[in-house]
């Protein structure tokens, strides 16, 4: 049986002498894992296509043990970001994390616009440090999609709604405490300014592109960083190896 799709590889990995084992989130049946026969020779036809930083067209056929890519044929190749090796760095960041948190099989359509909207930004802006917001930006948004959205709106404990003022965040319980609430909590706990609080809701609110433009302090921008990234941290049980090329 084939099926085709458009998709974008999270990851590559070699795989016997001449093939690849691809990991890809497709538009129409979520993330799959594939063999990609002989795409390591020098005539492969499919060698040209598998790129990352790329929306592919991919059809790929049910083996018994393994599905096979039997085509390939780039849609969209976003060649700025493969000439910045930061940007290479924090896409591959972004790829590493959704390839670790989402299963197989997993669908959802706004999943797969999240990722080419990361690839369209990361391609045409040049500013750095605005990417490693966006980048935070995405996986926050991802992890949201995924169910892991975090209490921004009312005090984990006593769940009265927040207020201005003496807010703290805990990564481990994945929300604010009220500063009344806050007292022998989690040793991660931390304080956290309305500005932060303010920015977070906007960021799961609107579409990736619309968040290109955000005003940032450099104080909001290193608050913003730290929240989403502890976020982020406590949930994972490895480590991302692209996370070590990046500074924030």
Same mark, same amino acid.
């Given at each position: ?31 799959? @894992? ?7 020779? !020098? ?23 393994? +599905?096979?890519?039997?085509? &390939? ?15 290479? +760095? ?5 790829? @590493? ?11 959802? @359509? ?13 391609? =045409? ?9 966006? &980048? ?34 805990? &990564? ?14 989690? =040793?991660?706990?931390?304080?956290? !300014? +309305? ?27 290193? @608050? ?8 982020? +941290? ?15």
């Amino acid at each position: 049986m084939y099926r085709g799709s458009q998709g974008i590889i999270l990851k590559k990995q070699d795989f016997r002498k001449s093939d690849s084992f691809i990991s890809a989130y497709t538009c129409d049946f979520g993330k799959i @894992e594939a063999v990609a026969r002989g795409v390591k020779k !020098s005539k492969s036809k499919l060698s040209g296509h598998l790129d990352y930083f790329s929306i592919i067209d991919l059809m790929v056929a049910r083996g018994k043990n393994f +599905n096979h890519i039997s085509g &390939a044929v780039s849609i969209k190749k976003f060649l700025n970001i493969r000439k910045n090796l930061q940007k290479i +760095n924090l896409v591959f960041y972004c790829l @590493e994390i959704t390839d670790y948190f989402i299963k197989t099989g997993k669908k959802d @359509e706004k999943i797969f616009l999240l990722l080419s909207r990361l690839l369209m930004i990361s391609d =045409k802006n040049p500013h750095i440090e605005r990417l490693k917001f966006i &980048a935070h930006c995405y996986i926050l948004k991802l992890l949201n999609i995924l169910g892991y959205k975090p209490e921004l709106y009312f005090c984990l404990k006593c769940r009265q709604k927040i207020t201005p003022n003496n807010n703290f965040f805990s &990564a481990q319980a994945g929300g604010i405490f009220c500063a009344k609430c806050k007292k022998n909590r989690e =040793k991660d706990v931390f304080e956290i !300014s +309305n500005s932060t609080i303010k920015l977070l809701r906007v960021i799961l609110q609107k579409d990736l592109l619309n968040l290109v433009k955000t005003k940032l302090s450099k104080n909001l921008f290193t @608050e913003t960083i730290k929240v989403i990234d502890k976020f982020i +941290n406590f949930r994972l049980d490895k480590n991302i190896k692209s996370r070590r090329f990046l500074k924030f």
